[in-house]
């Protein structure tokens, strides 16, 4: 498969980049004097009919008639936003029908973003062609000249899943008690920061209640991509006071906050608030927004979530959402028992790899499945990234080094890694910015691409890696073994990982592949244990998503202990130097810059520093995701955009998939 065959997902990729940030290119001024009056942009709250009948007339799902019925639940009326204020979700294809589950795979509490992801709400998030953001769980927004003052208008009426009021004091006491007390271990995140265009100063915002419904984000110098930072960087603003209150030290004390902790599983506090402040969906106790609402313990067989009653969104017949009335994650051991559940039908909703591409494509009929693929703005689909502040100084040096990423590059054979891998879909290309997006280079996608193993062996011996064992394995000067370790959280990768140990040590590098979980893989981060990892990068802009390309915090592999230096202030890690340090003064000019052309300039520059030192080594290019639904499972959209960004699945809006009888 050629790149030109991405060039569809791709040309609707470069409205994302035209459109840059939704509100630089389209002002929404709200200026602070009486003479310019304001405009608005608010959420669609009507959509057209659709043409297509459910099947019943009925406004809520038949579990919850029961519930009103029986007076345990409030008329649907009084759990629903104010009329005006109601979110219509428009449908992809039809009205749906009430009932079903959507059954999928997970690999347990670990595996969190497998149903964090699709049934997500956040304030803000990117519209379905990706060319800027709309408000979700804000009703509406408005903007001033400069881009320094955000006035965000919330939905009157609105509820948590447990019937209790959603209003501005949910948003402050995040914002107070919260996130900038950093109570849940994330940083303070880089949306909330403007940055002076002359000196570089950093100013955090000011967030301020205007009324029950409406809050104000007030940044010192212009943040023309605070809404598009925001609905990537916090998406939920917002955290449910009254629970809070219950369980954070500030409110109930250190020792009570302890027992709390100790009551639900946890040996410390720093753990629990963790959990509960961040990864809140896996628990029942705590109260969402989400269409589905977490109803057992995570950590057994089976995970269920319900339908949320008090939920805010309809279709546009007004039929309260989600159609479906329970998600149920069951837990696998293997990845294959996720292929094989999905070809019994024990899945009808799943998401797979090029790798399963021909398996799936085979049982479509005989399954009653269809597979549909989701495009990815990915680097590549089989890389590798060296950690450039490893602790072993024999390795730091090394990886250091951009000959020996160069060896490590062209002493692999690309086709095969296409062929046995991707099954042939994926070109043997470097990896690189795909056609389209912000940062393409003519040519990278064949830097170091062609399989050159003599000029492989001619680099290391130019590094002075000539010694070998009695194995004809490659030693350091000292005598040290020339070991590469590589690290990933999945057996799905297995292939890869066997050619590459193959291909490396044919270079005379011995190389280890080690399995740890998601949670401990990132553990290992936060403690520079990872000296290398196949982690891919998929970026739709860096300017929207830079924590995989700039050394912000500690996440992406390559860049190490860089990002815990940055996002310590200087107080922990490694120090950047040289074009990492470049980077970074990059970055900070994106954050005070006051225009999407200059901002898409200065994200062309860092990636031309990537092009550079290619710390990110690609063996295959790109390949979809593939979604693949049951033929019964209704409103799953096409030619979609598998991006972070957007949040994967998420994109899809699942709240209106439903099931055909």
């Known amino acids: 498969m050629k790149q030109g065959k991405y060039l569809a997902v791709f040309l609707v990729l470069i409205t994302i980049i035209t459109a840059g940030c939704s509100n630089n290119n389209a002002k929404n001024t709200a200026v602070q004097t009486n003479q310019t009056p304001k405009e608005t942009k608010a959420a669609p709250n009507s959509e057209p009919a659709q043409s297509q009948a459910s099947g019943t007339s009925a406004k809520e799902a038949p579990m919850l008639v029961s519930l009103v019925s029986a007076g345990t639940l409030p008329p649907l009326e009084e759990r629903l936003p104010e009329k005006p204020d109601v979110m219509v979700e428009p449908v992809v294809d039809e009205i749906g029908r009430y009932g079903g589950k959507w059954t999928m795979a997970w690999t347990g509490p670990g595996d969190k973003w497998a149903v964090g992801q699709p049934t997500e709400e956040a304030l803000f998030r990117f519209n379905k062609d990706g060319s800027g953001i709309e408000p979700n769980v804000a009703k509406s927004y408005e903007v001033n000249e400069n881009s320094t003052e955000f006035t965000i208008h919330l939905r009157k009426g609105m509820k948590w899943s447990d019937g209790v009021p959603f209003t501005a004091d949910d948003v402050l006491f995040y914002w107070e008690h919260m996130l900038t007390k950093e109570t849940f271990g994330k940083k303070i995140y880089d949306a909330y920061y403007s940055v002076d265009p002359v000196s570089g100063d950093k100013a955090l915002a000011t967030v301020t ?130 292929l094989l559940g999905t070809l019994a039908g024990d899945f009808n909703l799943s998401t797979f790899g090029a790798q399963d591409f021909t398996v799936l494509k085979e049982n479509e009929k005989k399954g009653d499945f269809r597979v549909i693929p989701w495009q990815q703005p990915a680097w590549s689909t089989s890389g590798i990234q060296l950690n450039q502040t490893v602790a072993d100084p024999n390795l730091r040096k090394l990886f250091q080094d951009i000959r020996f990423r160069e060896a490590l590059s062209v002493g692999v054979n690309r086709s095969e890694i296409a062929e046995i891998v991707t099954n042939g879909i994926a070109d043997p290309i470097q990896a690189s910015v795909p056609e389209g997006l912000v940062g393409y280079q003519d040519g990278w996608a064949d830097q170091w691409a062609a399989f050159d193993p003599d000029r492989a062996n001619a680099l290391l011996d130019e590094l002075g890696l000539t010694k070998r064992d009695k194995n004809q394995f490659r030693l350091f000067e000292d005598g040290k073994d020339v070991t590469i370790t590589i690290m990933d959280s999945s057996q799905d990768n297995a292939k890869f990982t066997e050619l590459l140990k193959k291909y490396y040590e044919d270079m005379g590098i011995k190389t280890n592949v080690k399995i740890v979980d998601q949670a401990t893989l990132q553990e290992l981060k936060y403690s520079n244990q990872v000296p290398a990892s196949i982690e891919n990068i998929s970026v739709v802009n860096v300017a929207f998503r830079p924590d995989t390309l700039v050394p912000l915090r500690v996440l992406t592999p390559w860049y190490g202990q860089y990002g815990l230096f940055v996002s310590t202030g200087g107080k922990e890690g490694v120090k950047p130097e040289g074009d990492v340090a470049k980077i970074l003064e990059y970055w900070d000019q994106i954050k005070a810059a006051k225009t999407t052309e200059e901002i898409n300039s200065l994200s062309t520059e860092i990636v031309k520093l990537h092009m550079k030192n290619q710390w990110i080594i690609g063996y295959a290019g790109p390949t979809p995701t593939l979604v693949v639904a049951s033929n019964k499972m209704a409103n799953v959209p096409q030619n979609m955009i598998w991006a972070d960004e957007f949040r994967s699945l998420g994109a899809a809006h699942p709240a209106q998939f439903f099931l055909k009888g």
């Open 209 to 338: 209640k205007v009324d029950d419904y409406t809050f104000k984000v007030v940044h010192k110098y212009p943040s023309v991509q605070f809404l598009e930072r925001v609905a990537i960087d916090n998406k939920w603003f917002f955290a449910p006071a009254h629970f809070h209150k219950t369980i954070l030290p500030e409110f109930v004390g250190e020792a009570k906050a302890l027992e709390i902790a100790k009551q639900w599983g946890f040996e410390d506090t720093t753990s629990f608030l963790k959990e509960t402040g961040y990864y809140y969906w896996l628990y029942p106790q705590i109260p969402t927004l989400r269409p589905w609402v977490a109803k057992n313990d995570p950590n057994g067989d089976q995970f269920i979530m319900e339908r949320n009653p008090y939920y805010w969104k309809t279709d546009a017949d007004g039929k309260q959402l989600p159609y479906m009335d329970q998600l149920v994650a069951t837990k696998i051991q293997d990845p294959s028992q996720r």
